[in-house]
C-alpha cells in the first residue's frame, strides 16, 4: 500500500477507537486516496483535495463542503507524522448545511397512508407496511430504528420495544400504548407470514427478510402519491422521517 493508504488505516482506525463509525468517511477517503495516487502524489495537497472535492462537475455545494471536510480532517492527522502535508483552509467551499422543513402529517394523512398499503401486492407486504407507518407514528422512533428491531426487542407483556442502536449507537426503551402492543402482537401471529414465525427482524419483508430503507423509501413514495400527498413548499417535503417529526408535536 502507499503512504497515504496506510496513512488512512490508521486514522480509521484511531477515529473508530473514539466511537466514531466512520463508514461514509472510509468511503469517501478511500476515493480521495485512490484520486491522490492516480495523479502520483504521495501527500495530502489542497489543490488535489479541491479538485477531487469538486467531482462530479456541477455537484451540490453542500455535497463538495462535506467531501472536503473529510480530507481536511484526515489532512490534519496525517500533519503530525507527515511535515509535507498541507491541510485545506476551511474557508475553502465553505457551506451552511439546509435544514428541510418538516412536513408534519395530520392524523388524517397517516390513516390515508396506512390505508393505502391495499394497493400493495402481497397480504403480508400490506401488513408490514401499514405495520410500520403506524409504529413510527405512534413512537416517534427513527425509520432505521424501526427496521433494525428483532423481535426479542419488543415485549408485549411490559408494553415496550427496546431500540439497541440508537443515534450514536445508543440504547433507549420506549413505552407502547396497548393499542399498538395489540397491533405488533397480531402482526407477529399473522398466518400468512413468511418462513418461521420466529424469524429475528420485527418488520420482514415477503421473503422474511429484514426490510431495508432502499426498499422503503420508493414504497412510501408509491403510497404518498396514491394518497396525493404532496410537497407543501421546495424545502417542505413529505418524508417518511417526518413520521417523527409529526409525533413530537403532537
Same mark, same amino acid.
Given at each position: 500500500m502507499s503512504n497515504l493508504r496506510n496513512y488512512l488505516v490508521d486514522y480509521l482506525s484511531m477515529r473508530r477507537a473514539l466511537g466514531y463509525k466512520m463508514d461514509k468517511a472510509e468511503r469517501l477517503l478511500g476515493q480521495f486516496v485512490t484520486f491522490a495516487e492516480d495523479r502520483g502524489e504521495t501527500h495530502v495537497r489542497t489543490e488535489t483535495a479541491l479538485a477531487w472535492a469538486d467531482l462530479p462537475c456541477g455537484a451540490d455545494v453542500i455535497w463538495t463542503s462535506r467531501r472536503l471536510a473529510d480530507v481536511r480532517l484526515f489532512a490534519r492527522h496525517m500533519q503530525t507524522l507527515d511535515p509535507m502535508t498541507e491541510v485545506p483552509p476551511r474557508e475553502l467551499l465553505p457551506a451552511r448545511g439546509r435544514r428541510?422543513?418538516?412536513?408534519?402529517?395530520?392524523?388524517?394523512?397517516? *390513516?390515508?397512508?396506512?390505508?393505502?398499503? *391495499?394497493?400493495?401486492?402481497?397480504?403480508?407486504?400490506?401488513?408490514?407496511?401499514?405495520?410500520?407507518?403506524?409504529?413510527?407514528?405512534?413512537?416517534?422512533?427513527?425509520?432505521?430504528?424501526?427496521?433494525g428491531l428483532d423481535r426479542d426487542d419488543f415485549d408485549a407483556g411490559s408494553g415496550m420495544?427496546?431500540?439497541?442502536?440508537?443515534?450514536?449507537?445508543?440504547?433507549? *426503551?420506549?413505552?407502547? #400504548?396497548? =393499542?399498538?402492543?395489540?397491533?405488533?402482537?397480531?402482526?407477529?401471529?399473522?398466518?400468512?407470514?413468511?418462513? *418461521?414465525?420466529?424469524?429475528s427482524p420485527l418488520l420482514i419483508s415477503s421473503t422474511a427478510k429484514r426490510l431495508r430503507y432502499t426498499g422503503v423509501q420508493?414504497?412510501?413514495?408509491?403510497?404518498?402519491?396514491?394518497?396525493?400527498?404532496?410537497?407543501? =413548499?421546495?424545502?417542505?417535503?413529505?418524508?417518511?422521517?417526518?413520521?417523527? #417529526? =409529526?409525533?413530537?408535536?403532537?
Open positions: 428541510a422543513t418538516p412536513y408534519l402529517y395530520t392524523a388524517q394523512e397517516i *390513516a390515508d397512508l396506512m390505508r393505502a398499503t *391495499a394497493i400493495l401486492r402481497g397480504s403480508h407486504v400490506q401488513a408490514t407496511y401499514r405495520t410500520l407507518i403506524g409504529l413510527l407514528a405512534v413512537s416517534g422512533m427513527r425509520i432505521g430504528e424501526a427496521i420495544v427496546t431500540i439497541r442502536h440508537g443515534k450514536f449507537d445508543k440504547a433507549r *426503551a420506549l413505552p407502547l #400504548h396497548p =393499542s399498538t402492543v395489540a397491533a405488533l402482537n397480531e402482526y407477529l401471529c399473522r398466518d400468512d407470514r413468511p418462513g *418461521a414465525r420466529n424469524t420508493p414504497i412510501f413514495q408509491k403510497l404518498l402519491h396514491h394518497c396525493g400527498i404532496v410537497a407543501r =413548499s421546495t424545502r417542505c417535503r413529505p418524508r417518511i422521517h417526518d413520521l417523527r #417529526h =409529526s409525533f413530537a408535536v403532537s
